[in-house]
C-alpha cells in the first residue's frame, strides 16, 4: 500500500483534526487517516448530540474516506477517535463508571477488564473505532488537576490495572476477538511522566535522573505493551527542559529501542507547537522525534502542505514517513479495516443498538465499581445505617450526578450546565439512599441546602465536594478544601445531636481535618459517576466496604504532595471495614492557608470562580459559553485547550457578569478584540456607564491587552459588570480579577 500512496496521501494519514474544523468533502479531497472529537465536540457542532447522530457522522466520514481513487492507489479507511475516559461519556444516556482513581481503590484487576469490555460496546453502537484510553499516568503531587485520571501514586497500582484496561477495550493478543467485534483500539497515556510536574503543574516540567524517573513514571507502559497496547499517547509535559513531543530519546530510544513498542506514537491536543521552535502548523520537529500523528484539531491544512514540503526538501527523510505510515496502516490492517467483509460503521457490530447505551448489565456492573471504591476513613459505628433509619440527605452535591461524574462526562470540564436530565440512565446518591431507605422501611428527606427541618432524623448524610474540573483547570496551590458547605452542614447537624455521614466527592484526597472532627463516619467518595446506589450499598452494608487508599491521604494542610507514609495521616491500603469503629483521635485544625483567602477570580483557565455568574440577557452562560439574547459564547484556546472564551454579540447584546456577596477591588480584564467595532460598545459597571468604543478602536487587532477599571473611571465598582454593543462585535476574553490597584492607579481608557 505504501508504494502506491502520493506523499500527500502518506502524509494525510498522520494528521488528525477534530470533527468541528472539516467536512465530508475535506475528507474525501485529503483522506486524513483518523480524526477526534475533543472534550466539548460532537457531531455537527453538537456536543450533546443524540447516540444516532454520531453513528451517521461516522458512516459519512467513512464513506468520505472510501471513495474511489484514481489509478492503482489505495483507498484506506478513517478512524474515529474518543476520550472515553470512564465509559463512553461522550454520549448521553451511556454508562458512566468511576474515574480512575476510584478504581485504582479497589485493586480489582477483573472489574476493570470488564469495564474496558463494557466500555468499548458502548463505543462500538455509535459506530467509533479507538479509545484515549487508559490514563496510566502515576501521580505524585495531588495539586494536579488530573489526579484523579491516575489509578494511584504507586506506580505497580497502575501497571496492573492500566495493562487490564487495555485488555477489555482491545481483547487480549492473540484471542479470537482481540480488536475484533465488542473492541476498540486503546491508548496507553501519556508518555511519560505527566503525573510528576514540578508542584503538580499540568503541561509542566519533570526534572531529575532519567533512570529514577523512569523507576516510577515509565513502569505502567511496558505492562500496557504485554497487554498488546496499540497506541501510546506522547505527553505535554517536559523532561529536563525538553518537550516530550520532540523528545526524541525518549519517544524513539526508550519507548521504541528500550521497551519495544511497535505501535503508533500519537500526540496529544496541538501538544507539537509546544516544542521549541515549532508551531501547530509547522513542526518536523516532532515527526523527527518519533511522533506518528499529529493531534491538529483546527489547523490541519497548513500543518499536512508544510510537511509534504518538509519531506519533498528532505527536512524530513522520506523512510521516517513511511516508517510513521506504516505503523497507522499495520494498526489499520489488525483493526480488520481492509478485510473482505469490511463495513462501515454502522453495520458493524453492536452499532445502532441503543439499548446496550446504559444497559441493565453494564449499570450493574458500574454499581458494582463504585461500591468497591468507597474508602471508610472513619466510622464511630453509625455505619451500616440502622434498618428504619429516617435519613436527612444534605448538601448541594447529593442530587447532582453530573459533581457525582465529574470531569470528561458529557462536557470536558464537565459540571456548569449539566442538570440530571442529562443523564437519563443514571441514579443520584439521594435517589439511591431513598430508594433503599424505603425498601428497608425507613425514610430520606432531600435538603440540598440543609434548611429542611432536622425533626427526629436519625441520621444527616451529607454530600459535598469539588466542583468537577479536568486537567489544567483543576490545578491547585494547596492540598486545602476551602469550601465550607459541607463542614457547616455537618457542624449544624452535631450541634442538634443527629449524627452524621460525610460523603466526600473528590478527583483527590484533600486535607479534611475539619469535615472529619465534625462526622461520625467519613466516607472518601471519589468520583462514582452513574450509579449511587453503589455509594448506597455500602452506607446500608448491602455489601461489605473493601476500598482501600491507592493514594497517601495529607495529614498537613501544606502545599507539599504526600506520597507514602512521611505526612500521612492515612496511608496507601488503609480503609475500614463495616465492623472497624475504633475512634479516631481528634485531629489538628491549624491551618495557615485558610487565613489567606481565596484570590479574587472571577474568571480564569476557562472556569468562572464560585459565586460568579455570566449573562446573555436574561439568559445565564454556565463557565461562560453557550447562548441566548443575542451572544454566543464558546471555548477558544489562548495558551492551553480552551483556556479563553470568543464571545460573539448581534446588535444591541449584553453580557454580563454578577458576583454574589459583596465584593471588593478594582477591575482587571484580559482580552482581545480581533477587529474594531462596528458601533457604540458601552461598558457597565455597577452604576456606571462608560463608552469604551474609543479604547476598543485602538487596542483592536493588537492581541491581547488588559482593561483597567477603578473607582477613578467607575466611582461605585458594585459587584456587576456588563459589555453592551450596538453592532456585531467578537471579543475574546481570558482573564477577569478584582484585587486593589496602587493607589491613584488610572483606568485604561
Known sequence: MLSRMSLERKVAQLIQPQVNSFTPEDMARYRFGSYLNGGNGGPYGDEFAAASEWLRYADEMYLASTRPLPGDEPVIPTIWGTDAVHGHTNIVGATIFPHNIGLGATRDTDLV??????????????????????????????????????????????????????????????????????????????????????????????????????????????????AGVEVVMASFNSINGVKMHGNRALLTGVLREEMGFEGVVVGDWNGHGQIAGCTVDNCPQALNAGLDIYMVPDDWKALLENLVRQVENGTIAMARLDEAVGRVLRMKIRMGLFDRDAR????????????????????????????????????????????????????????????AAGGWTLTWQGGGELDNSYFPNATSIYAAIAEEARAQGGSATLSADGNATIGDHDVAIVVFGEEPYAEFVGDRKTMVFEDTEGLELLRKYEAAGVPTVAL?????????????????????????????????????????????????????????????????????????????????????????????????????????????????GETRLPNLRGEGAGVVARGVDKDRQEDAREVVFGPGATLSLTQAGEGKGDYRILYDLPAQPAGKVTLTVGETEIDITRNFALSAGKGWREMIITERCAPELGDRIAITSDAPLTLKIARIVRQDMPEGAECSF
Open 504 to 616: 466526600f466527592l473528590s478527583g483527590r484526597p484533600l486535607w479534611m481535618n475539619r469535615e472529619i472532627n465534625a462526622s461520625d463516619a467519613f466516607v472518601a467518595s471519589w468520583l462514582p459517576g452513574s450509579e449511587g446506589g453503589g455509594v448506597s450499598d455500602i452506607l446500608f452494608g448491602k455489601r461489605e466496604a473493601t476500598g482501600r487508599l491507592s493514594f497517601s491521604w495529607p495529614a498537613e494542610c501544606g502545599g507539599a504532595p504526600v506520597n507514602g507514609p512521611g505526612g500521612a495521616l492515612f496511608r496507601v491500603g488503609y480503609g475500614r471495614s463495616l465492623t472497624d469503629t475504633a475512634p479516631l483521635a481528634e485531629l489538628s485544625e491549624e491551618c495557615s492557608y485558610l487565613a489567606q483567602g481565596s484570590a479574587a477570580t472571577w474568571y480564569d483557565l476557562g472556569r468562572l470562580a464560585s459565586g460568579i455568574t455570566a449573562y446573555a
Open 344 to 403: 462501515k460503521p454502522s453495520e458493524r457490530a453492536n452499532a445502532g443498538e441503543w439499548g446496550k447505551l446504559g444497559m441493565a448489565p453494564h449499570r450493574d456492573l458500574a454499581r458494582e465499581a463504585v461500591a468497591k471504591s468507597q474508602v471508610i476513613l472513619k466510622n464511630n459505628g453509625v455505619l451500616p445505617l440502622k434498618q428504619g433509619a429516617k435519613v436527612i440527605v444534605a448538601g448541594s452535591a447529593a442530587d447532582d450526578i453530573a459533581q
Open 113 to 226: 477488564r470488564r469495564i474496558g469490555a463494557a466500555t468499548a460496546t458502548e463505543i462500538e453502537v455509535t459506530g467509533i473505532d479507538w479509545n484515549f484510553s487508559p490514563t496510566v499516568a502515576v501521580a505524585r503531587d495531588d495539586r494536579w488537576g488530573r489526579t484523579y485520571e491516575s489509578y494511584s501514586e504507586d506506580p505497580q497500582i497502575v501497571a496492573r490495572m492500566g495493562a487490564a484496561l487495555v485488555e477489555g477495550l482491545q481483547g487480549r493478543p492473540g484471542a479470537g476477538d482481540f480488536l475484533g467485534d465488542g473492541r476498540v483500539v486503546a491508548t496507553a497515556k501519556h508518555f511519560f511522566a505527566d503525573g510528576g510536574t514540578d508542584q503538580g503543574v499540568d503541561q509542566g516540567d519533570v526534572n531529575g535522573d532519567i533512570d529514577a524517573l523512569k523507576a516510577i513514571h515509565a513502569v505502567p507502559y511496558p505492562a500496557a505493551i504485554d
